[in-house]
């Protein structure tokens, strides 16, 4: 078995054996089962658009529409798994049942591009008429789509979770999380490149086949690190504590506060308690929950109606989840940038020329291989020189608010490249009379739609692993994981409003007809554009308000490390 931590993070007393558990030794089972989840998904999701025109004859707005819903769904679920991983199961039972429900989704999206009856005849030569897949037909990849993003839904972001529990400091934690997404990105960008390939030029069926098998080696890895890995013992339902601190304010809302100290109740097996001295004053509301009235505790110094009585400490853990949700609502539009570029390139690559030679042409699913590696090549820059000459230079390390910060002036920018190219594009396919031949090339090569692509990686390597790092810092020790996966919820929430958006233009303008070059998709990304730049400014905004807490204290710690060590 593994060794046990407990909830808050701090290590208990333990055998000799169980101390070496942890630490660096178990990052290579983490990354290969990392690699092998990511590049599934990668995989078979990327090229899923496609897959769905070409093979389901369906509408590529439709499809796009499709892709995004299911998109969000893996983004939004993880904090369900993060749930239950900090409550009920520890990430280690969450990550390899997971896996094992991703595998079976995977099979059934295989099964539909190698048993004949579970996809549509094709399409008859020089006729633009295509008959439409069954109900049964669309059950089926409808069912093993959902599958196989609950998988995956479970399995991305506890990883995380389980990594960063095996390490003390937080430095070590900041490494973990950029190896964490190198690694993340690498292995995506593997699957859009090598299986997107294999899917479109040898056989969907095969690409689907060798999906499903690097899932299973990943899963073997995971199993074969059992006996290292340091667990984080299961504290019970975190939010019952949150819960309880909005119970016992109401319930108290008529007591007048206390100036002192020791009118406030402190947990007295609570380690974080020790540092405690008066309740913040920020949210002063929230304090009577922790305000001790007759009857609230016994002999012992236990609470006798813990719906009555909050510890100080439950208090400002309730306080840092209000301090920090202005943040998190600003990064919805931020992420929204990934979704909105990634997929309506996918339809401007079907329309141009993506021949890199006479037997070589580019997959329109493999698009998305720039933003990855965009995003891979520079956070090995960012790590490895921008960061510690940033740190030489100024003597400290770069906040997260300060890479999130930047993430958003690359988006930002990224989207306005994209309706320059866009409106290019466009005027080359009316220069030459293809607005009413959707399946004539445009010519205009490929590449063009690279820079756009670039600059959003750029965008995702400053501002991914900032937040991740925030929230993991900053939230409760007690929903670490669940702080792991907010990330993840906002990428959701980012492609169900990227989803509702273009909903929306598609029935109030003719900007996204079913044929892009007689629509006006530059206009698209020039709203979106528009929309970063109000809200990078609400951003600023609430950087600006917003106290570091953890972050402060962990860089305190560490550089009192560092002097102790000179």
Known sequence: MGGEVSGDGEEQILPESARKQGGWTTFPFIAGTLMGSSIAVSGWANNLIVYMIEKFHVRSIDATQTFNIAA???????????????????????????????????????????????????CQNGSSMCPMPSKVQFSVLYSGIALACIGVAGTRFTIAAMGANQFDNSKDQRIFFNWFAVTWYTSMVFGATVIVYIEENVSWGLGYCLCVAVNVIGLAIFLLGRRYYRRVKPQGSPFTSLAQVVIATILKRKFPLSSRAE??????????????????????????????????????????????????????????????????????????????????????????????????????????????????????????????????????????LQRIGLGHLFNMTGMAVAFLVESKRLKLAQTHHLSDHPGSSVPMFVLWLVPQLVLVGLGEAFHYPGQVTLYYQEFPKPLRSTATAMISVVVGFAYYLSTVVIDLVRRVTTWLPDNINKGRLGNVYLMFAMMQLFNFFYFLFCAKCYKYQSVEEGNKSNNESSNAEK
């Not at 690559?349 to 698009?367: E, I, N, Q």
Request: aromatic share 8%.
């Open 72 to 122: 969000a769904s893996t983004s939004l679920l993880p904090v369900i798994a993060a749930i239950l991983a900090d409550s009920l199961l520890g990430c280690y039972s969450v990550i390899w049942m997971s896996s094992l429900v991703s595998i079976l989704g995977i099979i059934i999206i295989a099964l539909t591009a190698i048993l004949d009856p579970l996809w549509p005849q094709p």
């Open 263 to 400: 009118d406030y109740y402190y947990q007295k097996d609570g380690p974080m308690e020790k540092r405690a001295s008066m309740p913040s004053k920020s949210f002063g509301f929230l304090n009577h929950a922790a305000l001790e009235t007759e009857g609230d505790t016994k002999v012992d110094g236990s609470t006798a109606k813990s719906r009555r009585l909050c510890s100080v400490q439950q208090v400002e853990d309730f306080k840092n989840l209000l301090r920090i949700f202005p943040l998190l609502s600003s990064s919805i539009i931020l992420c929204n940038t990934l979704p909105v570029v990634s997929t309506l390139t996918i339809l401007q690559a079907l329309t141009v020329d993506r021949r890199l030679g006479p037997d070589l042409k580019v997959p329109a699913g493999s698009m998305i291989v720039f933003i990855l590696t965009s995003t891979v090549i520079n956070l090995t820059f960012i790590d490895w020189f921008l960061f510690p000459l940033w740190q030489k230079i100024t003597s400290r390390s770069p906040m997260p």
